[in-house]
Structure formats: structure tokens, C-alpha cells
């Protein structure tokens, strides 16, 4: 399972591959994250921030919408520095009393907490976002996707939730089963049916990170009375390039006070050996450049021909190296 992935959140780099930006859904979503304060929950920094130096009367739109989420983030941020502020002054007078109390030392300790947290993340809604235009995002997050129009042929950037809902499934059934953010290649003609051989899209991304079990990834058992860990894996191509990820898409109709949205899957397939020697037992697809174009007008007649670029992904190798928890050793 792919449960995380460095993703090009910049737009541009999709239209490199023919894309043209579907403004209308741009704009939803951040109006939509406006009216949720959640914007920086769901959306790498990155993604918004394209839209800051705007080119065109679209892209002053969704900039526009970006502008309004960030200033909705901005007050609930606030909210929050102003009531742990409260709560540190109340905290700190009972410790200073005579008779200070534990829940006090908590208060105060949880209090100092979420300032520097919202402190931190006021800062990082000031600035703008640095690198490459990379983002990293988790099942749930917005990414943009390249997909081709089923009505109109013509290839949209369009920004789309890491999850995808197949076909037939309600919010319950996505609820219980919450790992529809990966497609694996053996059920697509079962799950996946009705997207697969129609709904194809691809993500760009730069790398994607595993969890998998200690013991897996140092190829041993379980000692008797250990309790399983788990670590964090990142894996790069060798040579470095960008990976094209094979997805499948879905847009789901808005319903009583729900919006519409948009989700995507990533297509997943058995590991080649260098990830299977670091503990995982699934790979991401990288498709090769030559077979994007096939990949991205696939005839549902002709699945065989979906599943040849899927059974020839980019002959390359995975490097891979444990992910630091912050504070470890270097």
C-alpha cells in the first residue's frame, strides 16, 4: 500500500503532458476547504501557492479562492492562540498559587503545545512555499491528477482526493473499507470495475513512503514478548526522475449537503525485489513516458492493452532508506 507520496502539487509540471486546468474544480475545492478552515489538512502548501503569481483571468480566480481559504485557516489558527493562550494564564496562576495542582501542569504543558503548533503553522501560511513545487500527501489529501475528459476528449489537471470510491460504494462502505486509496492490480476487473479501461489518470511524484514492520525490514522474527514496530520507508527512483503514477478516478455527485468531489487510486502490483528486500509487499506502478499517452485513452473493449502498460512499468530501480523520526540521530 502506497499510504504516502511526495507529489508535484504544482500544476505546470502537468502541463507538460498536455493538460489544461479545469479552473471550475480548482476553484471549488478551495472554496469548499474556505467554509471547512481545513486547508492546510488536506492540501500540500505547494498546491495552493502555484496559484499565487497568476497568468491568466482562471487562474486570478482560483487564486482569488485560495486567498479566502487561507484567510479562513488564518482565523480558526487564531481562535485556537487565543483560547490556549487563556488556558496557559489560568494554568500558570494555579501553579504559582499555594495549592497547584496536576491538572494545571497539564493544562499548562498541552497549552505550550498547540501555541507553538499554531504559531508554526501562522508562520507557514505567511510564506510561500519553497523547492520544487513538491508536496507530501496522505490518503484523504488533494493532489492535482491528469486525467483525459470522457465527454470531451481533452486532458484536464484537476485537483482530486488521495481515495477513491468505487463504483456502487457509499460513504459507509468507503468508511469500512478506508484503503480505496490504492487499486491492486488483481481486482481491478472486480472492485475497480467501470473505472478500470475508462477513468485513468496519472499523478507525478518524486518519491512515496511505506510502513512496514521492523522485523520484516531487518528480515527476522519476532523475538518472543516483542511487540511489532513499525518504520517509515521512503523509497526514489535510481537514476532520480519523476514517477508517473498509474491511477484510476472517480467523481462523486454531490448529495443532500455533501459536495461533488473528485478521488483517485493509485494502481498498485506486486514488489519488484529491492522492495520486497526493505519489508513491503506492494510497489506503486511507474508508468514510462511512451505509455502515457495509451494509458490515458484506454478502450474498455481492449483491457489487455491496459494491463500490457500496467505489466511493463519503467525499468528503473527503487532505492530506499529508513525515514528519521525528528529528533533521532543523524
Known amino acids: 500500500m502506497c499510504y504516502s507520496a511526495q507529489v508535484y502539487a504544482d500544476y505546470r509540471k502537468y502541463e507538460r503532458y498536455g493538460g489544461k486546468l479545469d479552473f471550475k474544480s480548482f476553484v471549488q475545492?478551495?472554496?469548499?476547504?474556505?467554509?471547512?478552515?481545513?486547508?492546510?489538512?488536506?492540501?500540500?502548501?505547494?498546491?495552493?501557492?502555484?496559484?499565487?503569481?497568476?497568468?491568466?483571468?482562471?487562474?486570478?480566480?482560483?487564486?482569488?479562492?485560495?486567498?479566502?481559504?487561507?484567510?479562513?485557516v488564518s482565523l480558526v489558527l487564531e481562535k485556537e492562540l487565543a483560547e490556549q493562550t487563556e488556558r496557559l494564564v489560568k494554568a500558570e496562576a494555579v501553579l504559582a498559587s499555594a495549592?497547584?495542582?496536576?491538572?494545571?501542569?497539564?493544562?499548562?504543558?498541552?497549552?505550550?503545545?498547540?501555541?507553538?503548533?499554531?504559531?508554526?503553522?501562522?508562520?507557514?501560511?505567511?510564506?510561500?512555499?519553497?523547492?520544487?513545487?513538491y508536496g507530501r500527501i496522505w490518503p484523504g489529501h488533494y493532489a492535482p491528477v491528469l486525467i483525459r475528459d470522457p465527454a470531451t476528449g481533452e486532458r484536464l489537471i484537476v485537483p482530486m482526493r488521495y481515495r477513491a470510491r468505487p463504483i456502487g460504494w457509499t460513504e459507509a462502505d468507503e468508511k469500512a473499507k478506508p484503503g480505496c486509496y490504492n487499486a491492486r492490480k488483481d481486482?481491478?476487473?472486480?472492485?475497480w470495475k467501470g473505472l478500470f479501461g475508462y477513468q485513468h489518470g496519472v499523478v507525478v511524484a518524486s518519491r512515496f513512503y511505506e510502513s512496514v514492520s521492523l522485523h520484516n525490514n531487518q528480515h527476522r522474527q519476532l523475538a518472543p514478548g516483542e511487540r511489532e514496530q513499525t518504520v517509515e520507508i521512503a523509497f526514489t527512483l535510481e537514476p532520480h526522475q519523476d514517477m508517473i503514477l498509474a491511477c484510476l478516478w472517480r467523481y462523486v455527485e454531490p448529495e443532500g449537503d455533501r459536495p461533488g468531489f473528485h478521488g483517485f487510486a493509485a494502481i498498485t502490483r506486486d514488489p519488484p525485489p529491492e522492495v520486497q528486500q526493505a519489508g513491503h509487499d506492494r510497489c506503486i506502478i511507474a508508468l514510462k513516458p511512451e505509455n502515457i499517452d495509451t494509458w490515458l485513452e484506454p478502450d474498455p473493449h481492449n483491457l489487455s492493452s491496459s494491463y500490457a502498460i500496467l505489466d511493463d512499468p519503467l525499468d528503473t530501480y527503487y532505492q530506499h532508506e529508513l525515514v528519521k523520526k525528528p529528533g533521532e540521530e543523524e
Not at 493544562?107 to 508562520?123: C, F, G, P, S, V
Not at 481486482?187 to 472492485?191: A, E, F, K
Request: aromatic letters at 4%; proline letters at 4%; zero cysteines.
Open 99 to 133: 495549592k497547584p495542582t496536576k491538572k494545571a501542569a497539564n493544562d499548562q504543558r498541552i497549552a505550550k503545545t498547540k501555541i507553538d503548533a499554531a504559531r508554526a503553522k501562522l508562520e507557514e501560511l505567511a510564506t510561500l512555499a519553497k523547492g520544487e513545487g
Open 29 to 72: 475545492v478551495f472554496w469548499e476547504r474556505k467554509k471547512n478552515g481545513d486547508l492546510m489538512k488536506v492540501m500540500p502548501k505547494a498546491m495552493a501557492d502555484a496559484f499565487m503569481l497568476p497568468r491568466n483571468e482562471g487562474e486570478q480566480e482560483v487564486k482569488n479562492a485560495v486567498i479566502e481559504a487561507y484567510r479562513s
Open 187 to 191: 481486482s481491478l476487473r472486480t472492485v
